[in-house]
Each structure stands twice: as C-alpha cells, then as structure tokens.
C-alpha cells in the first residue's frame, strides 16, 4: 500500500509542478508582452527580447497574452481548444536548437527549408511540426523523448519535397516509415 501512496503523491506533486510551470511560463509571456505594447522593450533581457520576437510573430494570440485570467496555468482541453501558449513554447524550443545548432539536424533541415523558398517563420513551423510529433508519441508510449526519431525525421524530411513532409510524418505515426 505505501507504493501506491507514494505514486499517488508522486503524481500529485508532478500535477502541481506542471500548473506551475504553465503560470510561470503564462506570467511571463504576459510580462513580456506587456514590456513590448508599452515600448520597452529595451529593458528586456536578451532572453527576454528573443521571446518578444515570437511573441510579435504571433500577435494574433495577444488576446490571450494579455488575459490574465488564465495566468492561472489552467490547462487547455488539448483536442478541442488551441493552446497558444504550447505553440509559444514550443516554437521557442525549436529557436533555441537552431541559435545552439543542437541537434545539428535541426540547421541542417532548416536550411534545406530555406534553400526551397520557406521564410524563418514557416521554416520553424515546419520543424515544430516534427518536434510535437515526436513528443506526442514519447507521451502516448510513456516513454523519454525519442532524440533519435528526432534526428531520424529532420534528416529524412531534409531531402524530401516539402509537400511529401506531412506524409513522412504520418507515416512514422503509424509505424510503416522505412528506414533508410
């Protein structure tokens, strides 16, 4: 019995890290957003600043940047609401590999995606695209983050047509993707 109270509590406290993980996150992002309608941004840190320019590439989630409401770390019914503040982080998750250049496949890919045209934006979304898709399955298969399915996809998604992408995608989602 005290396996299943530990777990439980283990739960519990991992419930609670993430609501605050997601206020934190929402606090700022209103910050932020803040900083930047009152033209302040020179007051930003740089890590700050790089989160403003997201945040304006997206300026059509400003409703729910400045609602503070939802500072809260509610979570969105994911399937039936959009969450913009997931899309926010995990753009921002794939910015930070591409200013590291870890995974090294995350520029490589980018820059296939520049070399046919893609603007920065598109180009981000495309490889945020792979990156949720490969932490959905490590979610649905309880399992750490699958960094080599990762790599794996960029790589091939790289030398693909950027209309056959969706279809690589979808296909390693189903499990009939053919290694190469």
Known sequence: MIGKERTLM???ALKKIA??????FRQSIYYIWGMVKSG??????????KLAEILIDHEEYSD???NIEILDGREYDAGAEFNPFLHISTHQMVEDQLSANLPVETALF????????FSHHEAVHVIMMILVHVMHASA?????FDAARYKRLL?????AEPSEIEKI???????NATCH
Do not use: W
């Not at 980018?110 to 045209?117: D, H, I, R, V």
């Not at 649905?140 to 750490?144: D, F, R, V």
């Open 169 to 175: 995608i979808e296909e390693d989602l189903s499990g």
């Open 140 to 144: 649905l298969s309880k399992s750490p």
């Open 19 to 24: 609501i605050q993980q997601r206020m934190l």
């Open 155 to 159: 790589t091939k998604c790289s030398v």
């Open 110 to 117: 980018y820059q296939a995606l520049e070399g046919k045209g």
């Open 40 to 49: 302040q941004r020179d007051e930003l840190s740089d890590k700050e600043n």
């Open 64 to 66: 729910h940047f400045e």
């Open 10 to 12: 283990t739960n519990d």
